[in-house]
């Protein structure tokens, strides 16, 4: 399932529905296209740039992940060809039983978290 983020075109902050916005009443799970009407962006407006609607956002797909543990991070362009992952294998794409690399060969990471999984890693918004 590729989850469809949107990043605000002013200040960068990302919206995803994998998180929602709870602190702003839109619970987790919640699409971008069923946003309120009155939706801005929570960030532009700390930042005092203004009220940004849903308007000011695009689509935004991440190619680098990060696991959160050791801090290893996944390129799509790089891939893990050591491994038998070809450089731009989409992070969706990879196997079910992937793990992180790092974090595999850790002895004490493994018995404090066990395998960190590729449901752990996390977005990075860097290019």
Not at 10 to 25: K, Q, T
Not at 82 to 95: K, N, Q, S, Y
Not at 97 to 118: A, E, F, H, S, T
Request: hydrophobic residues 25%.
């Amino acid at each position: 399932m590729t989850v469809k983020r949107y990043k605000c075109k002013v200040c960068g902050y990302i919206y995803s529905p994998l998180r929602g916005e709870p602190a702003h009443g839109i619970p987790e799970g919640t699409a971008f296209e069923d946003l309120p009407d009155d939706y801005a962006c929570p960030l532009c407006g700390l930042q005092g740039k203004g009220t940004i609607g849903t308007w000011g956002f695009e689509p935004w797909n991440p190619t680098k992940y990060i696991c959160p543990i050791c801090g290893y991070i996944y390129d799509e362009k790089r891939g893990e060809p050591h491994r038998g992952i070809p450089a731009g294998t989409r992070f969706e794409d990879l196997p079910d039983d992937y793990i992180c690399p790092v974090c595999q060969l850790d002895d004490k990471i493994r018995k404090d978290y066990g395998k960190i999984r590729k449901e752990g890693f996390k977005p990075l918004d860097i290019d």
